[in-house]
């Protein structure tokens, strides 16, 4: 469940040069299983973010966002993300680089117990989260129905969570020493074919 609340006097501003937005947020995680011992747990997380856009010419602009997650048993957040788009007006092209984190906290399942079900995993214990880094550039141009999607993107993730078989056919989750890389490319081509009348 996540919750948005707008805080008074302070939803949006906007000025001649950009905008800015200030708000709260909640998790909540929860997992019972009767039927399987020392496995449930309960999780609240709350937060509150803030997000500004700057248009410092009309055909370029930065946005940065910034969230504070405070989480009791795995520790405080903080998560950002720089954004610069250049755009002309009325072109049909556009231009985009990202680059920001984040993180994840440890999930009562993962694919490896998918299948045997929760009772083959052990509790929960000595985990940290993960933490990611991503950055992404990406192209868009569009013209007469057609889109064109063109993004290279890096990802890296510390802490990675691992399965680890133990005896009876258990599974212990653990952090990974090594990071988790993961490079990539994306290419989307779409038509769009108007419909007469």
Known sequence: MALLKELPGGRVQS????????????????????TVSGIDYRRETP???????WALVPWFTLSG??????????????????????????????????????????????????????????????????????????AKWADEGWNLNASVF????????AALPVANNQVRLVNAAEPLRAPGAELLVGFVQARCT
């Open 154 to 161: 890096y990802t890296e993730i510390r802490h990675p969570l």
């Open 65 to 138: 966002s910034a969230r504070f997650d405070h989480q009791p048993a795995f520790g405080d957040f903080v998560s950002t993300r720089l954004t610069a788009l250049v755009r002309q007006p009325g072109a049909n092209w556009s231009l985009r680089a990202s680059i920001g984190g984040g993180f994840a906290l440890p999930p009562p399942f993962v694919d490896e117990i998918d299948d045997p079900g929760p009772g083959v995993r052990l509790p929960l214990t000595g985990l940290r989260s993960e933490r990611a880094r991503t950055a992404s550039p990406d």
């Open 15 to 34: 000025s001649a040069a950009g905008r800015w937005l200030l708000g709260l947020a909640a998790r909540h995680d929860a997992l019972s299983t009767p």
């Open 47 to 53: 937060a509150v973010f803030t997000q500004d856009d």
